[in-house]
DNA sequence: TTGTAACTGAGAATCAATTGCAAATAGTCA
DNA sequence: TGACTATTTGCAATTGATTCTCAGTTACAA
């Protein structure tokens, strides 16, 4: 069996709860690509497949597959929460284009170092974090560019 | 004038737009004390005051705030944005504790500088970033630890 | 002072997300 | 295998935050 689904399969039981088809859809439709994604996109691909399923469902489903350490959100986009898989993907940060939201990821350890040296100057004991930097990719700054010299 | 009151003032008049006592209201009530907060919590305390304000008023002066560069959008909690000044306030990143709800904020020069060092590795313009870590502070972890004794 | 474009409050509308409910079903245990 | 039951589903209604509409008001430039 795939490595998610067991995963999945998994954490339903240990709480008491059931690995529905529905359920199966929300997972594959997730693994069978890399990238972001946000529930309005999931719903899109899944309601026209055999059997589609409800967006009442997917949005049941998100907090289960959150809580079983498939998938995080990651940052918020036009007031929605992305999201992305995070079991079998390491750990990485987001650099955002304001102009055409073209999504950049990075990992500079250095910065990891640093905020746990952070941390421990508060006591604090870190669980997850967030780092997005927004601002304009070098497409839309040579876009940019080229019109003014028009 | 009060600085703020001066920039907000100039914003508008450089869009058209008017400087009301409803704007005012928000932008004193605002600067009145240093620290987060959201629109519910502005709303319950301008809404009192005599000739109070509308939530939609709150709602419609926020913007107008962050575009004039006197505050800005620092983090989400329970679904609702919070904002805190940062005219007259230095750029900082935030611990979240996921326990109590206590935020404390803290500068790394470090991690700063080295997300310009990522950001020209993408030929990448930043303008803003905003860096979260969520965890457990030192207080709630004491207390879970004390618990955990009974 | 006047004229007018911008602003206001109140409530309606919108949008994402959640919830109540009745019918369906996964998974357990004879 | 078959019955049982707590969980799940779809649907529609609901919520809660935010935005919009509109008619009356007002800042402010000339
Ligand atoms: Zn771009
Ligand atoms: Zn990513
Ligand atoms: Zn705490
Ligand atoms: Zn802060």
New binding site residues.
């Given amino acids: 069996m795939i490595k998610q689904e067991l995963i999945f399969?998994d954490y339903?039981?240990a709480?008491?709860?059931?690995?529905?088809?529905?359920?199966r859809m929300?997972l594959e439709e997730i693994f069978s690509f890399s990238g972001h994604f946000?529930?309005?996109a999931l719903y899109d691909k899944l309601r026209h497949r055999v059997?589609?399923?409800?967006?009442?469902?997917?949005?049941?489903?998100?907090?289960?597959l959150i809580k079983a350490g498939l998938i995080k959100e990651v940052m918020r986009c036009?007031?929605?929460?992305q999201y992305e898989r995070c079991f079998g993907s390491p750990h990485h940060d987001h650099l955002i284009c304001i102009k055409c939201g073209r999504v950049f990821e990075f990992r500079e350890e250095e910065i990891e170092r640093l905020q746990d040296k952070v941390c421990q100057r508060f006591g604090f004991r870190p669980i997850e974090h967030r780092l997005g930097i927004k601002g304009y990719c070098k497409n839309c700054q040579i876009k940019e560019r080229n019109s003014r010299n028009v």
Same sequence: chains 1, 2.
């Fill in positions: 399969r339903l039981r709480k008491g709860l059931k690995f529905t088809p529905e359920r929300v946000d529930v309005e059997g589609g399923l409800s967006l009442a469902t997917i949005y049941r489903t998100m907090p289960l036009q007031n929605r929460p």
